[in-house]
């Protein structure tokens, strides 16, 4: 009875703590970032010590300021010190630090702030990303035991103990560029060496970047402050599984949440308490005994989930995401320290595939058709920004991909990029830090060392098994995240493989594919000899139809010019010529890498100038992109498990791979993917005109109704046809031929056809307008068609959002190719991100097409919308 008697006192005890806790409305964690009012000096511009920098009383005030998150350059950027190394050719007028050597971008970073030490509070010091090595000083004395090497690595600090009594507090970084950072000669990753040190590799130069000069030199992630109360709850672990066949729709089996973190207790005394999260109601906790100075990882008992809202990738379903708070809390002092995590209950499995020799992606039990794209980085100067990740992972679905593959030579991605992710249901294929190119896989006369050499870069491969254990643990919780990978095109040495694959990556996450590289054949493997990558460049539209490739292809694609606006941003007006690729190409053109669209642009005139050429590169660019996700998905779980496209963005203003240009600025290989990438999509065969349905979806499609037409160059309709279908879930189906009334009705001049499927209520689901050249493979239909004035209305239908209507009279030619534009009404710019339903829009004679487009709104900017087309005089019309 006694007994009984204690732990009901204890128990009320520990129920009023939590009270107290919940009625002072302060959460145990609070945490912000330092990411203002830092200055910083060249090193070769003091003599001074760290611990007298690091004292208040030490002069800053002639000292630069400094951008933090950001890199070296990024400041003197801001500062006016260098000119913009993304405008024309401005980068060659920056030193590169392979030749002034390192002491030239080593510099010293103070930042002065408030904090103070209160009894049963920990405060601590955290740094997400230092580039290449460090040294920390607070208030006169040294943080770091050892120097701080390695650009993928987190740091966290209790600096408690070294807080000033009065608050005021004095924190001076120095950090020392790459020890290696590589000749850039011209080669991939310059002469190589770059990739001796745990950095970026692109910043020595790539076929589709110039050396980026102080190598990302920098504090170039986020600084953050974090107060706890006694303990530090961290790296906590969420695992879902969901199994069977699951659907998006109805009633769900349940599914089962794995929860555990570590508990760290800084303090010479014990910690009594529980772990717990709360879930769809539901309390779930477990006592634990947090032993003094030590770190103890807490497992709680498996949860299971009733009726779960699943995580979908995009195109299949919804991408549900759950809040999960989990808590420590003490027996006696109540609540201590909480982190928030975004679940996304879901399960993704890899099956391989024996009749296409490839690995097939499966979410919740279901089959994923992989539509990717690779990423190298938002910015090669690494600014970044939530909303900017926003706006990209939102063009990626835009798009109708569901994956994003990150390419190896650059970083672990932040988790604000996987928070975008997650929202938006991006699966995410995670290289770690390898490139072929600089790691050895090929003889290479633009690389210093031999290729055995290169092969056993990084020098400390210690390290890199530190930073894959951290780095894991950053990014292991988010629902997006779904494969890893050991390197781009190579494996890390053995003695990184190895580990990464048979011990860490099982005991930090068990529950993802890890591919040993890029395009192994553990991927995919094809008959003609094992996998690959590629092709690459502009290619016959007809190819992607009837040549095979690697049946789960990481790369493939290139072109992706913007339009003139886009020019304009980074070649200066000398230089806005028409490039001749084969001849003598202009020097800016050249050095932001442009690759030849000569005799794809010459069927359709030869460009008379830049805003020619722009012009004609969209349809260039629509084609191939179209054709090229076609080509895949009419031979899909045939040829194909997917495919990922080389590349769908730039972190510099390069002229090559991508869908939309540094500036967010799409161009028409977004729109022309968005097009063949669609979930439902009707599509033709450029080698036998079949025209096929693709459904990808997990349930049949019934009662479609499908259309066809054919218009030639006066806008005259000459044939439709009309059936009604159904298709397979996650299938293509065949439907007809359409050569004899291409045939017959080609004349010299070339047509178009328009492909459409209805709904049973005649509601149209979607369309695809092709355009094809006369017998002499050119356009000289297009190149003579008759103007068609659009009527044009915009109205705004909610915050941030328009509605555009564009209607072509009967009697017209098809009004061709329309590009809209959102434009600030004052200066004529126009306003990005903007993100459209479709874009490059054709409108057929008598018809009304209605274009929706959204964007942050800004309620002090005035605005109108820009309208122009290939046979469509341009126009500006107003918002009502």
């Not at 296409?356 to 089959?367: H, I, L, P, Y």
């Not at 995919?524 to 290619?539: K, R, V």
């Not at 806008?715 to 046809?721: A, D, I, M, V």
């Not at 991100?833 to 929706?852: H, Q, R």
């Amino acid at each position: 009875m006694q007994f009984h008697r204690f732990t009901v006192v204890f128990y009320l005890i520990f129920l009023f703590s939590l009270v107290l806790a919940e009625a002072s409305g302060q959460s145990p964690k609070q945490r912000y970032e330092l990411n203002s009012g830092w200055v910083c000096k060249n090193i070769k511009e003091l003599e001074s010590s760290g611990e007298d920098l690091s004292r208040r009383g030490f002069p800053t005030k002639e000292w630069m300021p400094a951008t933090v998150p950001g890199t070296i350059l990024t400041t003197l950027l801001d500062n006016h010190k260098i000119p913009d190394p993304f405008y024309g050719m401005n980068n060659t007028r920056i030193p590169d630090v392979y030749d002034t050597g390192n002491d030239h971008y080593t510099y010293w970073f103070v930042k002065d702030f408030k904090e103070k030490a209160v009894s049963n509070e920990q405060v601590w010091l955290e740094f997400r990303g230092i580039n290449y090595k460090a040294e920390l000083f607070l208030n006169g004395k040294k943080i770091n035991k050892q120097r701080l090497e390695g650009m993928h690595l987190r740091h966290q600090y209790n600096i408690t103990h070294l807080l000033s009594a009065d608050g005021d507090n004095r924190l001076a970084v120095v950090v020392y560029p790459p020890d290696f950072p590589g000749a850039p000669n011209g080669g991939q990753g310059g002469d190589g060496t770059i990739a001796r040190g745990l950095t970026t590799q692109y910043t020595a130069g790539w076929d589709w970047i110039q050396p980026i000069r102080d190598r990302n030199t920098g504090i170039w992630d986020k600084v953050t402050i974090e107060k706890t109360r006694i303990v530090n709850l961290k790296n906590p672990h969420i695992v879902t599984l969901v199994p069977g066949k699951r659907l998006p729709e109805g009633a769900q089996q349940p599914a089962v949440i794995k929860v555990t973190a570590e508990l760290e207790n800084p303090t010479s005394k014990a910690v009594n308490g529980f772990l717990q999260y709360r879930l769809a109601g539901q309390l779930i906790r477990k006592a634990a005994t947090l032993l003094p100075n030590q770190t103890t990882t807490v497992s709680l008992p498996d949860y299971t989930l009733q009726n779960p809202k699943l995580w979908w990738p995009n195109g299949y379903g919804k991408a549900n995401l759950y809040n999960l708070k989990l808590e420590f809390v003490s027996n006696t002092a109540g609540l201590l320290d909480e982190e928030s995590v975004n679940v996304g209950v879901r399960q993704i499995d890899n099956i391989w595939n024996e009749h296409t020799r490839s690995m097939g992606a499966f979410v919740n039990g279901q089959k994923i058709f992989i539509k990717g794209g690779n990423w190298i980085i938002s910015d090669a100067m690494l600014r970044f920004n939530e909303e900017r990740y926003d706006a990209e992972i939102r063009y990626h679905k835009d798009m109708n991909l569901n994956l994003i593959r990150i390419w190896g030579g650059a970083i672990t991605e932040r988790p604000e990029f996987y928070n975008a992710c997650d929202k938006y249901g991006l699966l995410v294929f995670q290289d770690f830090w390898f490139s072929g190119d600089c790691n050895g896989r090929w003889e290479d006369p633009m690389k210093k060392d031999d290729q055995w050499t290169r092969r056993k870069y990084p020098d400390n491969h210690d390290l890199v098994l530190t930073a894959a254990e951290d780095q894991i643990k950053m990014i292991r919780n988010h629902p997006s995240l779904a494969f890893w990978c050991g390197g781009n095109e190579i494996t890390p040495p053995d003695d990184i493989l190895l580990p990464l694959r048979d011990e860490i990556l099982p005991r930090l996450d068990g529950t993802r594919k890890f591919f040993d590289f890029s395009n192994s054949d553990e991927m995919s493997f094809n008959d003609l000899g094992g996998n690959g990558d590629g092709p690459y460049g502009i290619q016959d539209p007809k190819s992607f139809w009837g040549s095979r490739t690697f049946p789960y292809n990481s790369e493939v694609g290139s072109v992706g010019v913007g339009d003139y606006v886009s020019l304009e941003r980074f070649i200066p007006g000398e230089n806005l010529v028409a490039p001749e690729f084969k001849n003598k190409i202009d020097s800016v053109w050249n050095y932001h890498k442009y690759i030849g669209y000569d005799e794809h642009i010459d069927p359709y005139g030869k460009a008379k100038n830049a805003k020619d050429f722009a012009m004609k590169a969209q349809l260039i660019n629509y084609d191939q992109y179209r054709a090229l996700m076609e080509g895949y998905s009419a031979h899909m779980w045939d040829w194909y498990t997917g495919s990922i496209i080389w590349k769908t963005q730039n972190p510099w203003t390069a002229l090559r791979g991508q869908m939309y240009d540094y500036y967010l600025d799409p161009n028409a290989c977004l729109y022309g993917l968005r097009k063949g990438s669609e979930p439902l999509h009707i599509m033709m065969n450029p080698l036998d005109s079949m025209v096929s349905v693709v459904n990808n979806g997990f349930s049949t499609r019934r009662n479609l109704m499908v259309q066809a037409s054919v218009y030639d160059m006066e806008g005259k309709q000459y044939f439709n046809t009309q059936a009604f279908n159904e298709v397979g879930p996650s299938s293509v189906r065949k439907l007809f031929k359409m050569n004899g009334f291409i045939t017959k009705l080609d004349k010299k001049e070339g047509i178009f056809v328009s492909l459409r499927i209805l709904d049973e209520q005649k509601v149209l689901l979607t369309e695809n307008l092709y355009w094809l050249p006369g017998k002499d493979g050119k356009y000289g239909g297009l190149q003579q068609m008759k103007k068609a004035n659009l009527e044009a209305k915009a109205v705004n239908v909610g915050k941030g959002k328009i509605s555009v209507s564009l209607t072509n009279a009967a009697g017209n030619p098809v009004a061709f190719f329309n590009r809209l534009a959102l434009l600030n009404k004052d200066t004529g710019k126009r306003i990005l991100p903007a993100f459209y339903d479709d874009n490059y829009v054709s409108i057929l004679p008598g018809e009304t097409k209605v274009i929706t487009l959204e964007y942050k709104d800004e309620l002090a900017v005035r605005k109108t919308i820009e309208i122009y087309g290939w046979n469509v005089p341009k126009q500006i019309i107003e918002i009502n």
